[in-house]
């Protein structure tokens, strides 16, 4: 049964079939003029997808900056709001829920309705959500307005993976979803430093700091809006910025194994092919592994630099190196797994790296200050330097412009939101004496599967390319991607 699959696979020249289709595969060098369009290309894309990802998280993580702001006067979030920390919860879960929600909807939308506008509308969306927050008065108001956070911001990152597989070849696209997402870090980085500076804004024209935060971030992502709308290009196919030259060879390079924006949109039919392919189900597993740290990290690292005997405005503060150094080993380990089509082993290595700093932040004495920050340091950064390989991994193993689409929203909406929410519950705040141990055993463990399960994938598609490659005729085709 398995090799009649694996004659199956090495017949099919055909790209609309489904995702376990294996195509035909040039191995010919790039040429100069290829290097030329991809660095064009590079220039107008990149810097500002980055960007806009760069806005989102600054706009979604702030909530963990307003939380202890000022609160030695008590004019931080919590107290103003009178939330209590388990209510404090559900609002970081209730954003995950329509994260998770709306995100293949969305990426849905993009095709239907050109990238360009999509993103433009959620970006508008969700900094005007974002200015909002800061005249929330209560749990009620906090929580609705997160759960609608969500809603707009649950396509932008599945989005902006699916969209680079429009202008991508397979082997271009982890180190650039790196550039894309170590803009988080570097919001991670700078949100610490813009909180720290915001916060000696409080009661400035009669507004609380936090308060302040959120209306100061927000109002960035509104105005972007308006040049993202006339700036992202949607498809190389309608690129006025490339000529005529450049626009076929765009094309061309893609023929095989990039997205189409003049193929049809999603069908019940390539919906179907995507939901039982269960391999996919296999990365939706490990991506809800990575989640987890991912979340947690994001959300609480004000509150863990807290406990590491910082306070209010140092905690700030000090949340800028784990991210600093997360922001380089993320793009290096990206571009390394790329170069060396090993992706899954990358991530496997960065998982167990991750794992290891949580282990030691769980088994160290509460008061080792400095050396649980350092093992912080190490945490993020494997943890980070994960999750780019992961999703280039993924979008270069299908091979269907409507299955891609869809497999990367449900890879981040039914791995990521899940493994997000489970993040947003391990850093107990009655733990924060003890050094947050039930959070650190938990992304340790979580980050252990990641790299068990990153192992079993690669085996797995060495074991179907050596079938395929054992029925060939002769002719060369296009294999699964490690």
Not at 23 to 35: D, L
Not at 123 to 136: E, K, N, P, Q, R
């Amino acid at each position: 049964m398995a090799d009649q699959k694996s004659v199956l696979d090495a017949e099919s020249g055909k790209e609309e079939l489904g995702a376990n289709v294996v195509q035909y595969e040039s191995t010919a060098p790039i040429t100069e003029a290829e290097k030329a369009l991809r660095w064009k290309q590079d220039k107008r894309i990149i810097p500002l997808s980055a960007g806009i990802y760069f806005l989102c998280y600054l706009d979604r993580s702030n909530i963990g900056n307003a939380k202890i702001m000022n609160s030695t006067t008590g004019d931080d979030l919590m107290t103003q709001t009178g939330m209590t920390t388990y209510q404090y919860t559900i609002s970081l879960m209730i954003f995950l829920v329509a994260y998770g929600l709306f995100e293949v909807p969305s990426n849905i939308l993009l095709k239907r309705l050109r990238p360009s506008r999509w993103i433009a509308f959620l970006m508008f969306s969700w900094g005007a959500l974002t200015i909002g927050l800061g005249g929330v008065h209560s749990y009620a108001a906090v929580t609705v307005v997160r759960f609608l956070l969500g809603v707009f911001e649950a396509g932008l990152f599945p989005g902006l993976v699916y969209y680079l597989t429009f202008w991508y070849k397979t082997e271009e696209r982890s180190i650039r979803v790196a550039f894309i997402l170590a803009s988080a870090t570097l919001a991670g980085a700078f949100g610490g430093a813009i909180a720290y500076g915001i916060g000696h804004m409080n009661q400035v024209g009669g507004l609380s700091a936090w308060r302040w935060l959120f209306i100061i971030e927000g109002i960035p992502s509104c105005l972007s809006a308006f040049l993202v709308w006339f700036m992202l290009p949607d498809y190389p196919e309608s690129a006025r910025w490339l000529t005529i030259q450049e626009r076929d060879l765009a094309v061309q390079r893609l023929h095989l194994e990039g997205s189409k924006g003049h193929h049809k949109a999603m069908t019940w039919a390539d919906a179907k092919t995507t939901l039982v392919d269960w391999r996919l189900w296999g990365h939706y597993l490990v991506y809800f592994g990575i989640s987890v740290p991912f979340s947690s990290l994001s959300l609480f690292t004000p509150s863990i630099t807290s406990g590491l005997g910082y306070k209010d405005l140092s905690a700030q503060l000090m949340t800028i190196p784990p991210y600093a150094v997360a922001y380089v080993v993320q793009v290096l380990t990206s571009w390394s797994a790329d170069h060396f089509n090993a992706r899954g082993l990358h991530s496997a290595a960065m998982a167990t790296v991750g794992a290891i700093g949580f282990l030691a932040s769980a088994v160290l004495p509460a008061d080792a200050y400095a050396s649980r920050y350092g093992c912080l340091i190490v945490a993020a950064s494997g943890a980070f330097a994960c999750i780019p390989p992961l999703l280039g991994w993924l979008s270069s193993n299908i091979f269907s412009t409507a299955s891609i689409g869809m497999a990367i929203a449900l890879n981040i909406g039914l791995g990521g939101a899940p493994g997000q929410i489970v993040g947003v519950w391990i850093y107990k705040a009655d733990e924060a004496k003890a050094g947050y141990p039930t959070g650190h055993w938990t992304n340790a463990a979580l980050l252990f599967m990641v790299a068990v399960g990153c192992v079993i994938l690669r085996i797995y598609y060495a074991r179907r390319n050596r079938k395929i490659l054992g029925v060939g005729n002769g002719e060369e085709v296009r294999l699964f991607k490690y």
